[in-house]
Nanobody
Framework: QVRLVESGGGSVQAGGSLRLSCRFS????????MGWFRQAPAKPREGVAAIDRDGNIIYPDSVKGRFTLSKDHSRNNLYLEMNSLKPEDTAMYYC????????????????WGQGTQVTVSK
């Protein structure tokens, strides 16, 4: 078992930036896949960034060039740097992970954080 705890959400104006953090309760090793997902009201949950065991990172077109996923050396923390935020980025953001996934692909998480709210105003 592993627990994920997000932090760093908040309210910003369009064009602003936020950095989300996700702390894992233990070292998960090199094979785990991790990522960030978001869900806006009345919309399905969608992936916004994911990293596989080889360090490949994928983004949907809607955030590419604006969002950056990173991990620290201890492998216990995952980050999402979000720049040039838009009102349509408003959502609950979730950190998620799974112990194995296909290369350069979205995955179905086994573990989820509790979520952190991001609100972007015009």
């Amino acid at each position: 078992q592993v627990r994920l705890v997000e932090s760093g959400g908040g309210s910003v104006q369009a064009g602003g930036s936020l950095r989300l953090s996700c702390r894992f309760s233990r070292d998960t090793g090199d094979k785990w896949c991790m990522g960030w997902f978001r869900q806006a009201p009345a919309k399905p949950r969608e992936g916004v960034a994911a990293i596989d065991r080889d360090g490949n990172i994928i983004y949907p077109d809607s955030v590419k060039g604006r969002f950056t996923l990173s991990k620290d050396h201890s492998r216990n923390n995952l980050y999402l740097e979000m720049n040039s935020l838009k009102p349509e980025d408003t959502a609950m953001y979730y950190c998620a992970a799974v112990d194995e996934c296909a290369s350069k692909s979205w995955f179905i998480p086994d573990y989820w954080g509790q979520g952190t709210q991001v609100t972007v105003s015009k």
